[in-house]
């Protein structure tokens, strides 16, 4: 039986590493993660567990110790936020490319400018196509359940991993939370026995060479055709976590769909707020769903075409600004989703929540107002939109 407390979310993430016990951390501080490698600090410094924490004088090098160490065989783990995450952007891509199953916790908050400390999802959405997989928690159950889960998937498709959640909004906030005990978590994690690492005397090998062009586009090839096998293997871990925890997770959550009409698309905390507002809105007999994108990378294309399919109208909503002109990302790659659908719902991109801006049941109200205006007229209007913004 799991153990039932009341943790943060970043308490809930030092945690779940305490349980896993890796072998290396390269960590920096930044708002709102800094807690993270904090809290595990005073694991390494009390003795509870034997991981090599290596303290550096940036983010850049904290992925750069993550990705030596990854490299050489070891299970190496980070967490940042922000502008930490953008300044290791080069190394990013480093990472996937050498196929290095490191995890991250990114604690999500926009990116400056102007300078921001509060929580939109810029950050992550920003580095999306860097060959990480990423999994986005609405509450802080979800953020230690997903960190529990990422290594049996990164090490599997031996890709890096970002477990996501909100700036202060998880992070910081306290929640009733259930813990797994720590030997059901090491049994379940398992132990890491790489085939290829840089310290087995009985293998040459390089990691990260130059990648000429006869050699450069099979390597990209091989990453996406890793990404696109990720899938089964976050369903197949989030059956097995289901079995020891009681607790389901997929690519995506349903909520209130089997009859629904109108739907939300989103990510993150605001699924919250979005399910109260769905729940006010059944209460009253409106036939209102949402749908929560919890793996974004790989995009969950096959199951949104089945869950939106036949509905009225749909608001897909993105906590980050795309400046593509045409919407947020997480419109673009929800609308190409639908493409192919034959009964495919009229569709909104509602920009929301930049920088901390607050999300209410009152917001989810007024997109279905305008939702409702769109089906029944026929005609969606403007679909490239922002709302809870001042206006003159």
Known sequence: MGVKTRLSGNEAVAYAMKQIDPDVMGAFPITPSTEIPQYYASYIANGEVHTEFVPVESEHSAMSTCIGASAAGARAVTATSS???AFMWELLYVAASS???IVMAVVNRALTGPININNDHSDSMG?????????????NQEVYDNYVQAMPIAEHCR?????????FITSHALANIELLEDEKVKNFVGEYDPEHYLLNPDETLAVGPYGVSPYYMEIKKAQAEAMKDARQRIIQVGQAFEKISGRSYGM?????????????VCIGSSA????????????????AGLVKIRVFRPFPAAELAEALSGLKAVAVMDKSEGFSACGGPVFAETRSALYDVKDRPLMINYVYGL??????????EEIYRALKDAADSGDPGEVYRHIGVREA
Do not use: H, S
């Open 252 to 264: 995506i959550e349903k909520y209130q769909m089997d009859d629904a009409e109108y739907a939300f």
């Open 99 to 101: 196929r290095l199953p």
């Open 355 to 364: 920088g901390g801006r607050d999300v209410t049941t009152d917001t989810f």
């Open 83 to 85: 502008a930490g995450l």
């Open 127 to 139: 580095c999306r196509d860097t060959g990480w997989i990423q999994i986005y928690a609405e509450n």
């Open 272 to 287: 919250g707020t979005g399910k109260a507002a769905v729940n006010e809105m059944r209460a009253r007999g409106v036939k």
């Open 159 to 167: 890709l890096p991993i970002m477990i996501c959640q909100d700036g």
